[in-house]
Nanobody
């Protein structure tokens, strides 16, 4: 399984970005797809995850600002990020392969940098 993430970049506080992650390989369409992030000196943290049936979970700090979605036909997961704050600056990783919303799977994308700064 390979994951290709895109959509990161530099955005001003209050702005929006949409991340995408396309998975290639068999077996991912039935698993959880999620987004994590990691800032320097901090542990990687779960932001949001979605099941193939559309069930979701979100980290409290991003609820109401971030929305996760997926296109099962394309094996692609998205993260719409609105009202971005400086503390959202991090490397964002997509993840697939888990069977549980709050657990990471074995496959990770390469990471995409999101920088929120004026």
């Amino acid at each position: 399984v390979q994951l290709q993430a895109s959509g990161g970049g530099l955005v001003q506080p209050g702005g929006s970005l949409r991340l995408s992650c396309a998975a290639s390989g068999s077996g991912v369409s039935s698993t959880i797809m999620g987004w994590y992030r990691q800032s320097p000196g901090k542990q990687r943290e779960l932001l949001a995850a979605i099941s193939s049936g559309g069930s979701t979970t979100y980290r409290d700090s991003v609820k109401g600002r971030f929305t996760i979605s997926r296109d099962n036909a394309k094996d692609t997961v998205y993260l719409q990020m609105n009202s971005l704050k400086s503390e959202d600056t991090a490397v964002y990783y997509c993840n697939v392969g888990s069977r549980r919303l709050n657990s990471s799977g074995r496959y990770w994308g390469q990471g995409t940098q999101v920088t929120v700064s004026s």
